[in-house]
């Protein structure tokens, strides 16, 4: 009975927490209650749940809210501190500082040296001063509060630092590991760096997009599983060695004392990994296990990783917000969760092929069951699935626990004896991995219609119509007639079933009526998506080189649009980047600026949109009636008739635009959004999307179905046109 309510209390505070930190309406407090008062047996349990949903909620809005309100950090200006840790980033490094003030900070620093321990006085520059928002795309500002710090910066090449050295910092061994690191050649360094020390941005960005459509992207992030690697094989070898002389220990089994032995060895990889909050709820959840079964033996799994998540999340809310922290809880939960269910079948294999089909099925159950749960959350932060996880994680999870992980671990451990036989060593591994990413693993990802946000709605309505079900079927039918329970459970998944493929067909179906325009406001890379109906096109102005960074910007915000098929993509340069769209997406036609200005090409199909070339700098682009001018350049000079005027440059004489719906690359605006209608169009920024909460969660529904005010309305072809 204890564990139930402890169940209670501790689902109910993070709910509330987690609430609160996304600065969630009210309205979804109410239904979370609802979801409690379904699921929850008896009316103690309902009403302890429901209280404490609602103190956590209270105190999470109070604590976020007064961290929000504390004294902001100018966008620039001179800062006095202490270097915390670094961490190599892209071309630069990324450095943790904590101002004298006592608030941390990181900043990217894009030149000079700094290691842990040093004091320092520098100039720094906000990266919210250039940043716009991209729909479905973290601010800065919330990107900073998941990792715990009050701000994000940039140090420039400009900008110079006044440092001096300070007292040895423990996290220099950490820095000392990054240095070895760079002796390596380019894949050893990456992996040594992801596997061993939690940084993946320096493998090549290759392997990174490959792993992810396999489902493996998560072995790269140190977690329990990383730390349960090197933990298991301590415990093993410790329990190895005190069989040989049990009679020094007597009070309690010599497994306790293996495990009591070991965690020296998960508290160093806790330390390698720089605190991460995966490797944290890890350390701390081994630390109660251990604890539990010195003192409880019955504990039960599920109890101590509440317990974890409830203790870890009261002495730093933040953590609620943390990515890696939310992926491991939820990893770990259906880790156990497909354990204990597993265990329920009872099979039990009488040889060794047996044993080894059992241990296969088994393995896939609980990963199709990790999976499963992770599915919302993956798909709201990369905007696909990888369909063949489970298979995936099965054939390749030798490679992993016993290979790149247990060795890249080994070398770190024996580069403080030996650096070259470390370097050896992790050099090997390189190879091995290298070789390893040839096995043809399966890439299937799904990528749904709909935009990430009704994918999200989608996803809250199904456990609040899974318990009803309950509740009004099996609980009915089985007050009447005892035996009609087990026929009552199949007819309410029959009915969550068919109303879950139901849900999601209206869903589509509206999503697929509805029209936009994103101009996206990136001097960088300018460019337009266009939704027609269920079809989708693409103007962009890249070049080659600039072609990686802007896949890692945007085909996220794609993806997470319900984008699989371009119906065309056009670029405003000379490169073709045909080749790059079409391993993500289908893409069925790709033209660019010289194939309609010398061969005179259609650029796309008329009935999605038309684009007229003016000069070199500006464009004509028609779309269901509604007539942009795009310029490219600040010496555009054409008095052009259109309902909107789209400038990546602001032009130096103003008095030449027609208009007042002007937008310009200068007012350091977001996105904009246009949603052509009948005889007008609506036209809004992204800052005005989220500022809206119907909007925020019901676009492009809202405004689209359902105007609302703050949506500028153009009239299409206006009378004052020229």
């Given at each position: 009975m204890t564990n139930t309510y402890f169940f209670a209390v501790a689902i109910s505070f993070l709910s509330g927490l987690f609430l609160s930190y996304y600065s969630l309406p009210v309205i979804f407090l109410f239904y979370v209650s609802l979801i409690f008062i379904l699921f929850l047996p008896q009316n103690k349990l309902k009403i302890t749940a429901l209280l404490i949903l609602l103190f956590s909620f209270l105190f999470g809005c109070l604590y976020f809210e007064r961290a929000k309100t504390k004294d902001e950090l100018p966008s620039r200006g001179e800062f006095y501190g202490e270097v915390l840790k670094v961490e190599p980033y892209f071309y630069g490094n990324k450095v943790w500082f904590r101002l004298s003030s006592g608030e941390e900070i990181i900043f990217i620093a894009h030149h000079g040296i700094f290691y842990p321990g040093m004091n320092c006085l520098l100039a720094l520059t906000s990266k919210e001063v250039k940043e716009g928002l991209n729909p479905f795309r973290p601010t800065t500002k919330e990107l900073a509060r998941a990792q715990g710090v009050a701000d994000l910066y940039e140090f420039k090449p400009r900008d110079r630092a006044v440092c001096k050295e300070s007292e040895v910092a423990i996290e220099?061994?950490?820095?000392?590991?990054?240095?070895?690191?760079?002796k390596l050649s380019g894949l050893a360094k990456g992996l040594f760096q992801a596997l061993v020390l939690n940084v993946e941005n320096q493998l090549p960005s290759e392997y990174l997009e490959t792993l992810k459509k396999q489902g493996l992207y998560h072995q790269l992030a140190i977690s329990g599983f990383n730390l349960g690697i090197l933990y298991g094989i301590l415990y093993k070898a410790f329990l190895f060695l005190l069989k040989r002389f049990p009679f020094l220990f007597k009070h309690y089994p010599l497994q306790v004392y293996a495990m009591i032995l070991s965690l020296p060895g998960a508290l160093v990889v806790l330390f390698l990994s720089g605190f991460a909050g995966s490797a944290l709820r890890a350390f701390f959840f081994l630390l109660l296990f251990v604890f539990s079964k010195i003192f409880f033996r019955q504990t039960s799994s599920i109890f101590i990783l509440l317990l974890t998540a409830f203790i870890?999340?009261?002495?730093?809310?933040?953590?609620?917000?943390?990515?890696?922290?939310?992926?491991?809880?939820?990893?770990?939960?259906?880790?156990?969760?497909?354990?204990?269910?597993?265990q329920k079948i009872g099979l039990s294999p009488a040889n060794l092929w047996q044993k080894i089909l059992y241990l296969n099925l088994q393995g896939f159950f609980i990963s199709t069951l990790i999976s499963l749960i992770l599915l919302p959350l993956m798909l709201y932060r990369i905007g696909y699935f990888s369909v063949a996880t489970p298979?995936?994680?099965?054939?390749?999870?030798?490679?992993?626990?016993?290979?790149?992980?247990?060795?890249?671990?080994?070398s770190a451990l024996i580069y403080f004896v030996n650096d070259d036989l470390a370097k050896i060593l992790i050099e090997v591994v390189g190879v091995i991995f290298k070789w390893y990413m040839k096995i043809p693993l399966f890439d299937w990802i799904y990528i749904p219609s709909l935009s990430v946000n009704l994918l999200t709605l989608y996803f809250l309505v199904l456990p609040f119509f899974f318990f009803l079900i309950q509740k009004l079927v099996i609980k009915e039918s089985s007050k009447k007639i005892l035996s009609l329970k087990p026929f009552a459970k199949i007819l309410s998944l029959l009915f969550v079933f068919t109303f879950l493929i139901l849900l999601y067909n209206v869903f589509n179906f509206f999503y697929k009526k509805t029209d936009f325009v994103i101009v996206f406001k990136d001097k960088n890379f300018p460019h337009i998506l266009v939704k027609n109906q269920d079809k989708y096109s693409l103007l962009v102005n890249l070049t080659a080189k600039d072609i990686d960074v802007f896949k890692a910007k945007y085909f996220p915000v794609y993806y997470k649009l319900g984008v699989k098929r371009f119906e065309c993509v056009f670029n405003f340069s000379p490169f073709n980047p045909y080749s790059i769209f079409s391993r993500d997406f289908e893409v069925k036609k790709v033209s660019t600026v010289?194939?309609?200005?010398?061969?005179?090409?259609?650029?796309?199909?008329?009935r999605m949109f038309e684009l007229i070339p003016?000069?070199?700098?500006?464009?004509?682009?028609?779309?269901?009636?509604?007539t942009l001018l795009l310029g490219f350049s600040s010496k555009v000079s054409l008095v052009i008739p259109a309902e909107l005027s789209i400038f990546y440059n602001k032009p130096k004489n103003r008095e030449i635009l027609p208009f007042d719906d002007v937008y310009v690359e200068s007012e350091r605006q977001s996105a904009i959004i246009i949603l052509p209608k009948d005889g007008y169009a609506l036209v809004f920024s992204e800052r005005e999307r989220r500022a809206s909460e119907l909007a925020y969660f019901l676009f492009p529904f809202v405004p689209y179905y359902f105007e609302g005010s703050f949506a500028k309305k153009i009239v299409f072809h206006r009378i004052n046109l020229p």
């Open positions: 220099s061994i950490r820095y000392e590991l990054f240095r070895f690191s760079d870890l999340c009261l002495f730093d809310p933040y953590l609620i917000g943390n990515l890696s922290f939310q992926f491991s809880f939820l990893a770990t939960l259906g880790l156990l969760l497909g354990n204990l269910y597993w298979v995936n994680n099965l054939i390749a999870s030798f490679f992993w626990s016993f290979i790149f992980i247990l060795l890249s671990l080994l010289e194939e309609i200005r010398y061969l005179e090409n259609e650029v796309c199909d008329p003016l000069d070199e700098q500006a464009y004509i682009l028609e779309i269901k009636g509604l």
